[in-house]
C-alpha cells in the first residue's frame, strides 16, 4: 500500500488491524518488478521475501489473505 494511493478503505483497516497483530507483507520481488520503493509504503507494511511468505503461510492456525 502506497502513502500516494487514493484514500479507500484498506486505510482504515489497515489501522485497525495493525493494532489487532495483523501483520501485512509485501515481497520484496513483487515490489522491485512495480518499481515501488520502501519509501512509498506505508509503515504498516514489511518487506519480505516469497520464502519467508510461504512459510508463513504454512504455519499452523495461520489465516492469511493473498492478494
Known amino acids: ?3 500516494n ?3 479507500s478503505a484498506i486505510f482504515d483497516w489497515l489501522g485497525g ?3 489487532s497483530r495483523v501483520k501485512v ?3 520484496d520481488f513483487s515490489l522491485r518488478e512495480r518499481g ?3 519509501s512509498e ?7 519480505s ?3 519467508a511468505l510461504v512459510d508463513f503461510l504454512l ?3 495461520r489465516k492469511a489473505i493473498w492478494h
Open 17 to 19: 488491524a495493525s493494532k
Open 59 to 61: 504455519e499452523e492456525k
Open 36 to 38: 515501488i520503493q520502501r
Open 5 to 7: 494511493a487514493r484514500p
Open 1 to 3: 500500500l502506497r502513502k
Open 25 to 27: 507483507l509485501a515481497d
Open 41 to 47: 509504503l506505508i509503515p504498516e507494511v514489511q518487506i
Open 49 to 51: 521475501n516469497v520464502d
